[in-house]
C-alpha cells in the first residue's frame, strides 16, 4: 500500500513539475512576440502625444486672451521679492516696472545680477518672459533666484500682460495660422458646400446623384439620322 501511495504521489510531483515548466516555456515565447511600440515613432500621429513631451503652446494665441487683473494677481506670488511700481525701489530682486523690451541682467538701477542672468544677452521679449517664468534655473542655470516657475502658460501669458501694462512694450505676437492642410480642408468643403446646384434632367439638381444616372444614359449622336424621319438630331 506505501509503495503504490509513493507512486501515486511521485506521478502528481512530476506533473506539477511539467506544468510549472510548460508554463514558464509558454510566457517566454508570448513575450518575445510580444509586439512592443518604438522607442522613437517612425513619423509623427495627430492627436497622439510622446510620452513625457509637454503639449505645444503657441504664445500668440495665450497672450491674446491674457488678463492683466488676473496678472497682477498671480504676481502676489513675486511681491515678496519684487514691485512693478513705477519708480519703485529694488529689493530682494530688481523693481520690475518697464522690463518688457529691457537687456536681460542689466540696469535696473544697478541692481547685482548674477553672472549668469547677465551674461545671458538679449533682451526681454514675450518669449524669453514666457520662458524665464516657466522656470528660471532651465532659462538661466545658475541664476540666483530661486522661485520655482509658474507652470500654467495661463498664469505666465497673464503676468505677462500684467508687466507690458506696468511700462508698456510692443505689441503681442499674433496667434498663429491654422495648418495649410486644415485650411485647404475646410476651404475645399465650405467649396462643395455652397455649390448652387444647377438643372438636371426632370428638373433635378445637376449635382445629386441624379445627375450622376442622366450623365451615364446613352446621348443622342449628333449628325445620326432618326429612325422616323431621316432628319439630323443636330438642331
Given at each position: 500500500?506505501?509503495?503504490?501511495?509513493?507512486?501515486?504521489?511521485?506521478?502528481?510531483?512530476?506533473?506539477?513539475?511539467?506544468?510549472?515548466?510548460?508554463?514558464?516555456?509558454?510566457?517566454?515565447?508570448?513575450?518575445?512576440?510580444?509586439?512592443?511600440?518604438?522607442?522613437?515613432?517612425?513619423?509623427?500621429?495627430?492627436?497622439?502625444?510622446?510620452?513625457?513631451?509637454?503639449?505645444?503652446?503657441?504664445?500668440?494665441?495665450?497672450?491674446?486672451?491674457?488678463?492683466?487683473?488676473?496678472?497682477?494677481?498671480?504676481?502676489?506670488?513675486?511681491?515678496?521679492?519684487?514691485?512693478?511700481?513705477?519708480?519703485?525701489?529694488?529689493?530682494?530682486?530688481?523693481?520690475?516696472?518697464?522690463?518688457?523690451?529691457?537687456?536681460?541682467?542689466?540696469?535696473?538701477?544697478?541692481?547685482?545680477?548674477?553672472?549668469?542672468?547677465?551674461?545671458?544677452?538679449?533682451?526681454?521679449?514675450?518669449?524669453?518672459?514666457?520662458?524665464?517664468?516657466?522656470?528660471?534655473?532651465?532659462?538661466?542655470?545658475?541664476?540666483?533666484?530661486?522661485?520655482?516657475g509658474l507652470?500654467?502658460?495661463?498664469?505666465?501669458?497673464?503676468?505677462?500682460?500684467?508687466?507690458?501694462?506696468?511700462?508698456?512694450?510692443?505689441?503681442?505676437?499674433?496667434?498663429?495660422?491654422?495648418?495649410?492642410?486644415?485650411?485647404?480642408?475646410?476651404?475645399?468643403?465650405?467649396?462643395?458646400a455652397n455649390?448652387?446646384?444647377?438643372?438636371?434632367?426632370?428638373?433635378?439638381?445637376?449635382?445629386?446623384?441624379?445627375?450622376?444616372?442622366?450623365?451615364?444614359?446613352?446621348?443622342?449622336?449628333?449628325?445620326?439620322?432618326?429612325?422616323?424621319?431621316?432628319?439630323s438630331q443636330?438642331?
Amino acid at each position: 500500500m506505501q509503495d503504490r501511495f509513493n507512486t501515486v504521489a511521485g506521478w502528481v510531483l512530476f506533473s506539477g513539475i511539467v506544468a510549472l515548466g510548460l508554463n514558464a516555456v509558454s510566457e517566454r515565447v508570448f513575450d518575445a512576440n510580444k509586439p512592443e511600440r518604438p522607442e522613437k515613432m517612425g513619423y509623427p500621429i495627430e492627436g497622439v502625444v510622446e510620452p513625457g513631451a509637454a503639449p505645444t503652446v503657441d504664445l500668440g494665441t495665450v497672450l491674446a486672451a491674457a488678463d492683466p487683473a488676473a496678472g497682477q494677481k498671480v504676481f502676489q506670488k513675486c511681491s515678496s521679492c519684487h514691485n512693478a511700481d513705477q519708480g519703485g525701489a529694488n529689493a530682494i530682486g530688481p523693481n520690475l516696472y518697464a522690463t518688457v523690451g529691457a537687456p536681460i541682467g542689466k540696469g535696473k538701477n544697478g541692481f547685482a545680477f548674477s553672472s549668469a542672468l547677465s551674461g545671458k544677452g538679449g533682451t526681454w521679449t514675450y518669449e524669453n518672459l514666457f520662458d524665464w517664468l516657466k522656470s528660471p534655473a532651465a532659462f538661466a542655470p545658475g541664476t540666483k533666484m530661486t522661485f520655482a516657475g509658474l507652470s500654467s502658460p495661463v498664469d505666465r501669458a497673464n503676468v505677462i500682460a500684467y508687466l507690458k501694462q506696468q511700462g508698456g512694450g510692443p505689441p503681442f505676437p499674433p496667434p498663429a495660422a491654422p495648418a495649410a492642410g486644415a485650411a485647404k480642408s475646410d476651404k475645399a468643403g465650405a467649396t462643395t458646400a455652397n455649390a448652387a446646384p444647377g438643372p438636371g434632367p426632370s428638373g433635378t439638381p445637376a449635382n445629386g446623384p441624379e445627375a450622376a444616372g442622366a450623365a451615364a444614359q446613352p446621348q443622342p449622336v449628333a449628325g445620326k439620322a432618326s429612325a422616323t424621319g431621316g432628319q439630323s438630331q443636330t438642331h
